[in-house]
């Protein structure tokens, strides 16, 4: 298990999300943006809604989040 931050996925908060995979963590942080339901989630939200909205440009930020989770230490 492996855990990254909301903020470490381009969210504002520090909230911890744990996952086996880094598909995991990214539907913990969707997940999370859709509830949090506050002004200081929502620039995160749209953005994530546009990712998947335009799934070409949204793709980097898949592969760097994969990337960056895939360096992390196992916890």
């Known amino acids: 298990m492996k855990t990254m931050t909301c903020q ?3 969210g504002p908060c520090d909230l911890e999300l744990t996952g086996a995979t880094a ?3 990214i539907k913990a942080q ?3 943006l859709k509830t949090a339901g ?3 989630h929502e620039p995160a939200l749209k953005q994530m809604r546009g990712r998947w909205k335009h799934p070409i440009s949204g793709l980097g930020w898949y592969r760097q989040a994969k990337k960056d ?3 992390l230490p196992e916890s």
Request: aromatic letters at 6%; charged letters at 25%; hydrophobic letters at 55%.
């Open 69 to 71: 989770f895939a360096a």
């Open 8 to 10: 470490q996925l381009g």
């Open 30 to 32: 969707d997940a999370h």
């Open 23 to 25: 598909d995991e963590v």
């Open 38 to 40: 506050d002004a200081i």
